[in-house]
């Protein structure tokens, strides 16, 4: 009895030891770390332990001090677990601004939840969710928990600076492995080499950083991961819900990814094979017979979310997409790759980081956290084709800008290799609009608008092009966001060929656009395409990054009443720049008043320095897009 009671006071003292120490004082943060951040980071410890490829344990230590309301975000801890993903332990601490506990949490108070996307209709993730009730700034939050992880195929990966206003005072990552073990480590933004240690038998690398400001968000940035310091490790030899495999380079991957999660999903019914089969007779080339089996399967299935199976990397089965008519991209692929291997079309598996940014696969460093979806590619002879299969309308060939200009790792039985989409190139994403109005003597405006959209812009109207004409007229007001501006007649055509256009047809009617006071009205010409102000940044650190290249035309034809005539007009404009150009230009003749306007931006990086003379040059054509024209009123006309 006294030997219990003599444990459990040293277990005390030992706790009440372990708590002294995790006291944070707001007052003890650098006052540099202060500045521009909402949150400090004071103390981060990960540690990674790869034991063996089914027996991955990470720990997590971290103290997170919140300077104010806009960082309270900073102290909501999310911790994902799934079949494979398991949490060990939770819990944490409470203190005030002087260190002082305020409470303290365990894992039975983190909220559980399903982490089923709003677009998902089955995952296997979910997740423990924990975010403190203070309501007095500074406070300071500590959270300790584990995970074990049934799989090495990903690893995770640690960010030293993951949010732009959050200070970093110390943070660390350390990752343990058997000596024999092969892994692959890439540092970005990191100085130096990360120190060496022994762990017993296993073999240890730690990172560790030191205060690290809070950035700043800037304009016209590149994808955070360009900028961030952040390390990437990866095992050559792997396993996966069982299935081992190994990653030394693309090939293999590729390879793995193919034959053990894609292959043997694919087998259909000797019925849908003859299907298609007859679907293509008469069709004299691979490309007609996969275009035909493209359509097919558009209209046969929808998209639906499905993140469920080996990790959410294993596609359903082709005969569950045939029988139930819906999947997600992998299931959808892989069901259409099985159509065309039916009419002996080849195809191939292709996995992609989908997005707005760009993201390239990096050729050194095979690894399966690149890519977020997956697409199709038909090796046509000196016509490769590339098909989008989550859409039910999107033409043949078509990409759009979620997939475009990127590398993606393509997967067959023979080996994995990285592959190039094609880029929608600043002229093909071209926006072609032209208008003919009519104002009244009281500056109401009325008449016709036709506008083009190709290359990257081809979809902007997909999701309105089906709904009923009522919704239709409400999604254009919000998107055209015109004072008084009413649509009389909309219509829209989607040319479907290989360079699909989409053409919108309008008319419009526009209260009081001209407003008209002693004798003169007031026309701001450019009524439908005005560039926004681009801000101006003082000490910029980061590159100046332009992720798509735009053309846009505008053609606009004002007929004026009689009695009116110009009194003034802005000088036309021509500003040529490595950024882009930009041309203006007003003419009259006789009673029409026609505007011309041309806008190109070109794709790029370039140093952070450039910034201010392209800040310079969109803000000069933001101030021209809003020129107004004076026009003199005859008092007859009045």
Known sequence: MLRKIFLM???????TAVSAQEHYTAAEIPVNLKAGANAVLRNSETEVSMISPENVIMTVKKAITILNKAGEDHATQVIYYNKNTSIKAAKGYVFDAMGNQ????????FTDHSAISDFSLYEDDRVKYY?????????????????????????????ANQQPDLAIEKSSYTFKYNPTDKIKIKAFNYSGAPEEKQFDKLKGLIWSVKNLPAFKQEPYAPAADRYRTYVKIAAEQFSFYRSKGQATNWNDLGKWYYNDLVKSRQTLEPVVIAEMKQLVAGLKTDKEKAKKIYEYMQQKTRYISVQIGIGGFQPMFASDVQRLGYGDCKALVSYTQSLLKAVDVPSIYCVVNAGNYKEQMD??????DQGNHVILCLPLANDTTWLECTSQTLPFGYLGDFTDDRTVLACSAEGGKLLKTPALNTEMNEVKRNADLKIDPAGNITGSLNTSYKGAQYDIYESIINKPVAE????????????????????????????????ENLQIKLASYVPISNQNGYLVVNLFNKLPVTRTVSNRKLPLHINRGYTYYDEITYHLPEGFDVEYKPKDLDIKTIYGSYTCNITKKGNALIYTRKYVLNNGTHPAKDYEAFAEFMNNASNADRGKVILKVLPSAQ
Request: charged fraction near 20%.
């Open 131 to 159: 975010s403190p009730s203070v309501s007095s700034y500074p406070f300071t939050i500590v959270y300790e928990y584990e995970l074990r992880f049934k799989q090495n195929l990903v690893l995770p990966d640690w960010y």
């Open 363 to 368: 050729p050194d460093f095979a690894s399966m």
């Open 472 to 503: 239709q007229i409400k999604m254009l007001k919000s998107r055209y966001d015109i004072d008084n501006i009413n649509f009389e007649k909309v219509k829209f055509v989607q040319d479907k060929s290989e360079s699909p256009v989409t053409t």
């Open 9 to 15: 006071m040293l277990l005390a003292a030992m706790t």
């Open 102 to 109: 305020i409470s303290k949490f365990a894992l039975n108070n």
